[in-house]
């Protein structure tokens, strides 16, 4: 889908630009174009590019290849890579995220933007410029900080999510933890440490927006560019302190999990314990050799039943009292 706003020097605002006056539209300098591409094919998206006077290695970029957030001076515009996350599963067991990109060309009177999956804070600045014109009145520059911004606030949702995921495990560790838990602990780690890998670079490239000087970035505009670094700074110290409670949780299951291990090895060997003078005595009593001859005739009667039968009940309560004053138990 092609979309497009622009913001004419009269005040007027039309969406029912056609590509082919893209080119005249962007040579008015008091008006404002903003072009989406979105899940189109290369094919179609390349002649339109091409109309703007864009490098063919940041088309080709835009368009085939994949990459980290990065930001490119071409003089007369700026290419800038964008990536954002969203989360397809439930963020409670299933943590299926997906990392994708979001390619920016920056001119002094226009941006194109191109993604090829919806992105709803896109959508929303989107909505936002058609309901008030004073996003498309400040300027191009103005308009990539309402979009970028909206991007790097999707990011606290799947934060907060983590967060509440988080205190579920552990809550989980402490009362029975189960393979499934282990599951959901290296889910969080892959999760965690792909939001690292987006945050890094892309700190980097608000820091230059904020601090470098470039043709299409009006200097008062600067300190918009610095408050979305300050989020990722924090975003990025919040992605740190998860990783650590996650792996405060990891290890919290390992001990418990050995600590159960060990429960259980304990209890298996107290049974053994108990029950091991009771087959000593039925191994003796049921050895071959005794039979009933000459003053042996007792052996087999009832009393020295009833007799074996006592000790058989009585010595594992007797054995067990033993190791518990010897605190074995």
């Known amino acids: ?19 082919e006056e893209f080119p005249h539209a962007i040579q008015e300098r008091d008006s404002l174009l903003w072009v989406d591409f979105s899940d189109e094919a290369p094919e179609v998206c390349e002649p339109i590019l091409q109309k703007f006077g864009f490098h063919p290695l940041s088309i080709d970029d835009a368009l085939q290849e ?16 964008i990536n954002y996350m969203h989360l397809n599963g439930d963020g409670k067991e299933n943590w299926d995220t997906e ?10 009177n226009y ?15 989107w909505a936002a410029c058609q309901l008030e014109l004073r996003h498309l009145q400040e300027g191009a520059d103005h308009l990539l900080y309402k979009i970028i ?11 907060e999510r983590i967060d509440e995921a988080i205190d579920m495990i552990e809550d989980v560790v402490f009362d029975r933890p189960t393979p499934k838990t282990l599951g959901q602990i290296f889910a969080l780690k892959r999760v965690l440490l792909a939001m690292r890998r987006i945050l890094l670079p892309q700190r980097e490239v608000l820091n230059k927006l904020a601090r470098d000087d470039f043709r299409v970035i009006d200097f008062k505009d600067r300190i918009f560019f610095r408050d979305i670094y300050d989020h990722l700074v924090r975003l990025h110290d919040l992605n740190e302190s998860l990783r650590d409670l996650v792996g ?3 290890d919290t299951y390992l001990s418990v999990v050995n600590n159960r291990m060990n429960e259980i090895m304990k209890t298996l060997t107290l049974i053994t314990t108990l029950f091991m003078p009771i087959t000593f005595v ?10 009933p001859v000459a003053q042996l005739f007792g052996w087999t009667s009832r009393q020295a039943f009833l007799v074996t039968m006592g000790i058989l009940a009585l010595l594992p309560g007797a054995m067990y009292i033993w ?7």
């Open 1 to 19: 889908m092609i979309r497009s706003l622009y913001y004419q020097s009269n005040g007027t605002l039309r969406t029912d630009l056609k590509p």
């Open 66 to 81: 994949t990459h980290s957030p990065k930001l490119d001076d071409l003089g007369e515009y700026l290419y800038i890579v």
């Open 99 to 108: 990392v994708d990109e979001l390619d920016i060309f920056l001119g002094p």
């Open 111 to 125: 941006i194109v933007t191109h993604h090829d999956h919806p992105l709803p804070s896109l959508d929303s600045t």
């Open 149 to 159: 911004d909206n991007v790097v606030e999707d990011y606290m949702p799947i934060v």
């Open 248 to 250: 405060g949780a990891l």
């Open 282 to 291: 039925t191994g003796f009593f049921g050895m071959n050799f005794f039979e």
């Open 323 to 329: 190791m518990r004053r010897r605190t074995w138990v």
